[in-house]
């Protein structure tokens, strides 16, 4: 098992700042891929950005320029550093972590909220 706790979450205004941690604790040797999805209101829940366990990453076209993923393997910690925030970013922010036989493990979850 895999524990995953989320923070960083919060309220900001158009065009600030925020980031977000995701602590990974338990069997976390078998991890092979961590990322970050998001899930607005009445939607499905999206893929943002994942970061393999060697530092490979990917982003979605919506966050490109904006977004970064990065992780500290000392910490077991995976970070979204979130730049020139939009409204339409407004959502429920998850971590998530994919082992070996894809296996997915799910944090609970934090609210990012962008004003106009």
């Known amino acids: 098992q895999v524990q995953l706790v989320e923070s960083g979450g919060g309220l900001v205004q158009a065009g600030g700042s925020l980031r977000l941690s995701c602590a990974a604790s338990?069997?976390?040797?078998?991890?092979?891929?961590m990322g970050w999805y998001r899930q607005a209101p009445g939607k499905q829940r999206d893929v943002v950005a994942t970061?393999?366990?060697?530092?490979?990453?990917l982003n979605a076209a919506s966050v490109k320029g904006r977004f970064t993923i990065s992780r500290d393997n000392a910490k077991n910690t995976v970070y979204l550093e979130m730049n020139s925030l939009k409204p339409e970013d407004t959502a429920v922010y998850y971590c998530?972590?994919?082992?070996?036989?894809?296996?997915?493990?799910w944090g609970q979850g934090t609210q990012v909220t962008v004003s106009s």
């Open positions: 338990g069997s976390i040797f078998g991890i092979l891929v």
């Open positions: 998530n972590a994919r082992a070996r036989g894809a296996i997915d493990f």
């Open positions: 970061i393999t366990r060697g530092g490979a990453t």
